[in-house]
C-alpha cells in the first residue's frame, strides 16, 4: 500500500498545451502573435479580477490560494505508506502492553491527525470523543480548502467580466475619436476592445476554473486520505492486530476506488 492517491503531472501540461493552442489558432487564421499581446487590457482583466476578489474575500485566503497554486502546479501525489507503517507498528506494541514502545513509535509520526489520534488511543481516551476530535479536524482541513477552491470559482467568474468591461472601454476610446481618428487609431481602439474579451475568457475557462476543479479533486483526496487515517485510529482503539488493520484498510481504499461508499466498510468494522 503505497500510495493512496496516485495523481498524474497535468497540470503544467495542461497549460502548456493550452498555450500551444491559442498559438497555433492565431497563427492558423494568419493573425501575428504580437496581436494577442496588449498589456493595458491584460491590466485590465488580471487587476480587476485581484482588486473584485480582495473586495470579495479576506486577503489573508487570497494569498492562501496564490501559495497553493505551487502545490497544485507540481501535482504533488498524497502518499499514505509511512503513515500505514507507524500505524502498524503502533498497533503492535499497543496490543503487547507495551507503551512506551508505542508513544516512541508515536513521536516519529509526520501526519498531525494520526499523531492526534494515536496519542488519544494511549491516553485511553473515549472512543466517541476520540472521533469526535479527529473529525472536527477533518472538518476544519476541508473547510478550508473548500474556501480556496471557491476563490478560484470567484476568480473564473470574474475574469470575463472585466474582459466585457475593457471591451467597453475600448468602443468608448474609439467612438469618442471617431471624427478625427485615422483607421489605425480605429483599429488600435478595437484591438483592445476585442483583446480583453479574449483574455477573460481564457483565464476563466483555461486557468482559473480548471484550477478551482483540481483543487475540488484534491479536497476529495484529502478527505479521503484523513478518513482513511480516522478508520485505523478506530481499529487501533480496538486492539486489531496489525495484519487485520492492514487489510481492513485495503477493503477501505478498493471500496473507494469502486465507487462504493466508504460507510460500508465503517459498518463492516
Known sequence: MKRLIDTRQSTLIGLFGGLVVLLAS?????????????????????????????????????????????????????????????????????????LGAAEQEIALVGNPLLRTGAQLVLDQEPIHDIIKTLQWRITGVRAKEQGEANILRTMAGLAPAFGMLGTLFGLMQMLSGLAGAGLGQIGTSMSFALITTLYGLVLANMVFKPLAMKAERRIQHRVLAMNFILEGVILLHQRRHPMVINEALGMYLSQFENGESPDAFAKAA
Open 26 to 98: 492565431t497563427l492558423l487564421a494568419h493573425l501575428k502573435v504580437p496581436a494577442l499581446l496588449n498589456f493595458p487590457g491584460l491590466i485590465m482583466v488580471v487587476g480587476g479580477t485581484l482588486t473584485a476578489t480582495l473586495v470579495s474575500r479576506p486577503i489573508r485566503d487570497v494569498l492562501s490560494v496564490f501559495k497553493g497554486l505551487r502545490r497544485m502546479l507540481r501535482d504533488e501525489p498524497i502518499e499514505m505508506e509511512k503513515e500505514v507503517r507507524h500505524l502498524l507498528n503502533i498497533a503492535h506494541w499497543y496490543r503487547l502492553g507495551n
